[in-house]
């Protein structure tokens, strides 16, 4: 069985305070809704457990879409760090059914249906695979606050979400670890084990929410066409 854990249960202080960002609506849905649809739709999973903070449970609960979705079996509540809350939605997960577990921020709704499989296609092969996108920007190596070298952009990538493994490998990652803020995601963890993780290329496209104005980006690219969004 392969799962997928959701972290939804941030704060989101650079968004606007009035509302928490994975509830901002975006064509008539909230931004979760639509992370959450993207992992229904895929056939590669099979359950998904949401992470959130304790009022994000109840306005998920409230949401007039929740009735579609069938593949959420657990909500549970977040940690104080993003480490911490991925580390609770793995401890609600059955050892004895759990073959591949993808992790990814419910923030970035523009994951396509075909980034998540082919992801946990590939961890189910080799054991840990990161979804990941071109650097495009020119990257400067600093020193004291000059530059002082250019980075090969071609040797670099970033990291996206869904990030995958097998269940006894994202375990052992994470157990007796440090759980700080310096851990910003299960890559870094899976690293420091010695397993090697297996890249698989996605779109620039998907985006993490972070400021207001990367709403109005994600409406555009929801409103394009399956054949021009790459599919879902």
């Known amino acids: 069985m392969n799962i997928a854990i959701i972290v939804a249960a941030g704060t989101g202080s650079r968004f606007s305070p009035a509302q928490p960002k994975q509830f901002t609506q975006i064509l008539g849905k909230p931004l979760l809704i639509h992370t959450v649809e993207c992992f229904e739709a895929c056939p590669a999973v099979d359950e998904i457990v949401l992470v959130l903070s304790n009022d994000g449970r109840e306005q998920f609960q409230m949401s007039n879409f929740v009735s579609e979705i069938s593949k959420v079996r657990s909500i549970v509540t977040g940690g104080a760090t993003r480490a911490e809350s991925v580390k609770n939605g793995l401890d609600a997960i059955d050892a004895a059914l759990a073959n591949v577990v993808a992790v990814h921020d419910g923030a970035r709704p523009l994951v396509t249906v075909d980034e998540i499989t082919r992801t946990i296609v590939k961890a189910d092969e080799i054991g840990a695979a990161c979804l990941v996108a071109e650097v495009t920007d020119t990257i400067k190596e600093i020193r004291e606050g000059v530059i002082v070298g250019t980075v090969d952009r071609n040797k670099l990538r970033r990291a996206l979400t869904p990030q995958a493994f097998r269940y006894d490998i994202l375990q052992r990652a994470f157990a007796n670890a440090d759980l700080g803020d310096n851990v910003t995601d299960e890559c870094y963890l899976v690293e420091k084990l010695g397993?090697?993780?297996?890249?698989?290329?996605?779109?620039?496209?998907?985006?993490?929410i972070t400021r207001a104005e990367d709403i109005r980006i994600a409406e555009m690219f929801l409103s394009e066409p399956p054949a021009l969004a790459g599919g879902q």
């Open 195 to 208: 397993v090697e993780i297996a890249m698989v290329e996605g779109s620039s496209r998907n985006i993490k």
